[in-house]
């Protein structure tokens, strides 16, 4: 559906230029963006190679293990249905902790991983399970510590301070998050006690 909405958005996009005999300035516009789209992929390359390099060496470390197994009582009790030592569990786990670190990038795969199990634990079933709804909540509104890929952008477009919306995201997030786990919540609750 989606690439319905881009393709009409386009096509009007051409035809409204072509009316108004503004092709010129959309073709300029084109080349621009196009150009400006490999220079910010380039700059956010580094950045990214860079913090999954540090994922990769907290990993050998044995720091994301211990960051793992401090997080579990949490991760269990915001999933009860999910066994502790089921392979979704380690994916919640890491795709929260790559989400802390602004990796989205690297957290997607995990998270595609964990949405797999969690189906596998609600037999195959098309319709989501309560551990599926709540994992979506929290990955969508995730805690971010580092926001790499905003720090990115910014030094990409020479900001005087890229790092200076650390602070004002860990607040952000984390009240997105609590708010996400709030709203999962009452709504569980409340379907239970209709059903």
């Known amino acids: ?4 909405i881009w393709v009409f958005m ?4 051409f035809i409204f ?3 108004n005999g503004t092709m010129a300035e959309v073709n300029k516009a084109i080349f621009d963006g196009a150009k400006e789209a490999v220079t910010l992929c380039i700059g956010l390359i580094s950045v990214l190679v860079f913090w999954l390099g540090m ?7 044995g720091l994301l293990e211990r960051l793992s197994k401090l997080f579990r009582p949490l ?4 999933f009860p249905e999910v066994p502790v030592n089921h392979p979704a569990m380690g994916y919640i786990l890491s795709n929260m902790i790559s989400n802390m670190f602004g990796l989205g990038n690297a957290a997607t795969p995990l998270g ?3 949405m797999e ?7 195959g079933k098309d319709s989501a399970s309560r551990s599926m709804v709540t994992f979506l909540a929290i990955n969508t509104a995730s805690i971010t510590i580092i926001p790499t890929t905003v720090i990115a952008i910014r030094m990409n477009y020479h900001s005087a301070s890229p790092t200076e919306i650390v602070v004002p995201t860990i607040i952000a997030t984390i009240i997105s998050a609590l708010g996400a786990i709030i709203i999962d919540r009452y709504f569980y ?3 239970s006690r209709k059903g």
């Open 1 to 4: 559906m989606v690439n319905y």
């Open 55 to 61: 994922m990769r060496i907290a990993e050998e470390s």
């Open 17 to 19: 230029a072509l009316i």
């Open 117 to 123: 199990e969690l189906k596998k634990l609600n037999g």
């Open 189 to 191: 609750y409340r379907r």
């Open 75 to 78: 991760v269990k009790r915001l």
């Open 10 to 13: 386009t096509v009007v996009g």
């Open 112 to 114: 595609i991983k964990a």
